[in-house]
């Protein structure tokens, strides 16, 4: 079974000619089949999470590890952690210009399962999942996030998550800017690949809004660059109704 | 309405990797058009149609002492049935009649070609397959000229392919009978070492429509010059370019679209991509609306993709616009590194770095190697763009 183990992670990154500590110190251990939830106020942190999991290179990890079921990730180049099953969702997906949808996904199937998808398979497969996601068939033929509306494009990182079967998703506010019919196909797409047991899913979220949607198992409260508290569904509740309030006083808030 | 915009120059450009500088006298060149070379003075490198140039690498073309050594090149014409094609002597009544020279190398090889090759498309003939025209250096200095001339009607694609090595200097020129179509894929493949500096002038018939490609990759100095200018009303230009500048090449590319007539549209789009240390990439874009264009719908953009530190663009967009009854003008010029975000992006899809990298540039040029219309040239243009890309990544 796939494990994902964060181990006291620190992360510093440049700003204004300073190097400024982001994570202090994240422990996290999530199971294939699991989802955890890590909520938290603005500039605390977690898309810094998310973005140090999958490599950015504005990110400079500092202390700590990270596993994936045993391999050392931090040590992986970019493509490499996605290979070996880590997926990340991202808050902004950038445009790239001349590359289609279909071009860019195929690419990257083939270099996820090393080697390149049965043609006629794979369009079913494509027609299929963006069906379901509510995609216009003429999406594929579009330029990578070029032009896409903030729905288009959230829906675009689930379709990708779908096909691409990963071990460990991590979801960087996927529900951010959504409307309610949004946020319910996006969260469908996620539960899809939630169902099949195989995936341990990293959701990311500044309001308990999507957990109507996605239900987790564990819910974590992350406040100036580490996780403060940890529970079950039910601390999602207290949040919603008390609001972060607690969590910040301190001035533990970055 | 008349609706003229002028988006100022450099104003998308970042600093140190490309320069754009207002180009207000690059319609007036420092000496009037000539077909003597003797009316021009050896350039010394400030003019502001050399300054960008490194004169010393142009091996002599530029101050005469560069001589036709007769194995310089050698030009081969493949056309399909009904085209006539001929080697004329300077005394033929057809040369010169698309365009004047403007700076003295292009003077310098009108004044010393000795036989010029004529490709004529009688009129009404639309031609289902294209005109190829290999121009293949032999190893010397040569001076030529070409013309391509459609009668009323005719329709043809024309791929002109420079290879091998050469130093050379020429004049092409492209007539287009009124509602004639031309379509010119000049693809710049040389070996390594070569110089190649010409002046394209076209002359677009009444509702002509006249397409040039241009395609750089080889060569140590390539400076071309195309230029266009209108015989009737109705006529359009579509100028499209793409360059791929190594470490220490110099590919230049300045244009000139003179809207001399009313109701005419010219769309200039070139876009290169440079890597290596001193490669450099030159852009000259002006268009000069002259009073009585009125009706005139222009727009040209430069783009370029820096894919290495220690390259250089200079990109000098410029529009004179002497009237304010048109229809549209404008311009941009965008210089950019490559995008790190585009970068993680793909490779946080598994996709490896090089191929990445492949991905984005060729993005980069799609829109524009889909209009070559040529198939094999496509396909050899993708594939350059491969090996050099691989040659980086290596």
């Not at chain 2, 310089?72 to 399909?80: F, R, S």
């Not at chain 2, 003179?258 to 268009?287: F, R």
Request: hydrophobic letters at 40%; charged letters at 25%.
């Amino acid at each position: 079974m796939a494990t994902l183990e964060i181990r006291d992670l620190h992360v510093t990154v440049e700003a204004d000619n300073a190097t400024k500590e982001i994570l202090k110190g994240v422990d996290l251990t999530v199971k294939q089949g699991e989802t955890h939830a890590i909520m938290g106020p603005n500039g605390s942190g977690k898309s810094t999470l998310a973005y140090s999991l999958a490599g950015h290179p504005k990110y400079t990890i500092t202390g700590g590890t990270v596993l994936l079921d045993g391999e050392d990730v931090l040590e992986m180049s970019v493509d490499e952690r996605a290979r070996a099953g880590l997926f990340l969702a991202m808050q902004y997906p950038v445009e790239v210009p001349g590359v289609s949808v279909s071009n860019f996904l195929r690419t990257s199937a083939t270099a996820i399962r090393g080697e390149a998808p049965k043609l006629r398979t794979w369009v079913k497969e494509v027609k299929e999942t963006m069906e379901r996601l509510h995609m216009d068939p003429s999406f594929a033929e579009r330029n990578v996030n070029e032009g896409f509306s903030g729905g288009e494009k959230k829906r675009h990182e689930i379709l990708q998550l779908e096909l691409l079967k990963p071990k460990i998703a991590v979801l960087d506010e996927t529900d951010s800017g959504l409307d309610v019919d949004a946020l319910r196909i996006v969260s469908e797409g996620v539960n899809r690949v939630r169902e099949t047991g195989e995936v341990g899913t990293l959701l990311i979220t500044h309001y308990t809004r999507i957990l109507r949607y996605i239900k987790p198992d564990h819910v974590h409260v992350f406040a100036g660059g580490r996780i403060v508290e940890s529970g079950g569904p039910e601390l999602a509740d207290k949040l919603e109704s008390e609001g972060y309030e607690a969590y910040t006083k301190g001035g533990a808030s970055e | 309405m008349a609706e003229a915009q002028n988006i100022p120059v450099g104003s998308t450009t970042a600093g140190s990797i490309a320069v754009a500088a207002e180009s207000t006298v690059a319609t007036r060149m420092s000496a009037p058009p000539s077909f003597d070379v003797a009316d021009f003075p050896v350039p010394h490198g400030r003019e502001e149609e050399w300054r960008f140039t490194p004169l010393e690498r142009l091996r002599g073309l530029h101050d005469g002492t560069a001589t036709a050594t007769g194995t310089g090149v050698k030009v081969d014409v493949q056309a399909p049935e009904g085209v006539t094609v001929e080697t004329v002597g300077r005394d033929d009544a057809r040369l010169g009649r698309a365009g004047t020279p403007v700076d003295r190398v292009a003077a310098q090889a009108y004044s010393s070609f000795e036989q010029a090759s004529v490709v004529t498309v009688p009129k009404e003939t639309v031609l289902t397959e294209p005109i190829r025209v290999a121009v293949h250096g032999e190893g010397g200095v040569a001076y030529g000229h070409q013309i391509i001339e459609l009668g009323a009607f005719a329709e043809a694609v024309v791929v002109i392919d420079h290879t091998g090595d050469a130093v050379l200097a020429a004049n092409v020129d492209y007539v287009l009978g009124d509602g004639a179509k031309l379509t010119v894929v000049s693809v710049q493949d040389w070996d390594e070492k070569a110089v190649h500096v010409a002046q394209h002038n076209a002359l677009v018939g009444r509702d002509a429509s006249f397409k040039s490609v241009v395609v750089t990759f080889g060569g140590d100095v390539v400076r071309l010059h195309p230029r266009v200018t209108y015989a009737g009303t109705g006529g359009e230009a579509e100028l499209y370019g793409l360059y791929f500048t190594d470490a220490g090449q110099h590919q230049e590319h300045r244009l000139l679209v003179t809207h001399n007539t009313p109701h005419c549209k010219s769309n200039v789009a070139y876009k290169g991509a440079l890597q290596g240390d001193e490669a450099h990439a030159v852009w000259i874009g002006d268009v000069l609306i002259e009073a009585k264009a009125e009706g005139t719908d222009t727009y040209e953009m430069n783009r370029n993709l820096v894919l290495t530190d220690g390259a250089r663009v200079d990109s000098v967009p410029n529009l004179e616009i002497e009237t304010g009854e048109i229809v549209g003008a404008g311009h941009a010029s965008a210089t950019g590194r490559f995008d790190d975000e585009q970068l993680f992006y793909l490779m946080a899809r598994g996709i490896p770095e090089h191929e990445a990298r492949r991905l984005v540039v060729r993005g980069f040029f799609a829109e524009l190697v889909q209009q070559i219309g040529v198939k094999d040239i496509e396909e050899r243009l993708l594939a350059k763009i491969e090996e050099e890309l691989e040659a980086s990544v290596g």
